[in-house]
């Protein structure tokens, strides 16, 4: 799976939980904006770890160093 795809789940899961979040925990209008707040953060924060992890195995800093007599 590539970035976009992997991306676009991130998404999708986000804007799933957001709805359940809604239809669930409907408890007023200062609940509602701090369950969308917080759900939208940790999927920011959960993509944006991934993200990081995925784009740093394309150019690592440390490059293994192979031994002739192996």
């Known amino acids: 799976m590539g970035f976009l795809v992997t991306t676009l789940i991130f998404v999708v899961v986000g804007v799933i939980a957001c ?18 707040t917080l759900i939208i953060t940790a999927t920011v ?16 800093l440390i490059v293994p160093i192979l031994n002739e007599t192996e």
């Open 19 to 36: 709805l359940c979040a809604r239809i669930c925990c409907n408890r007023g209008p200062s609940a509602n904006l701090l369950h969308l």
């Open 45 to 60: 924060c959960c993509w944006m770890m991934w993200a990081i992890v995925y784009l740093s195995q394309m150019n690592p």
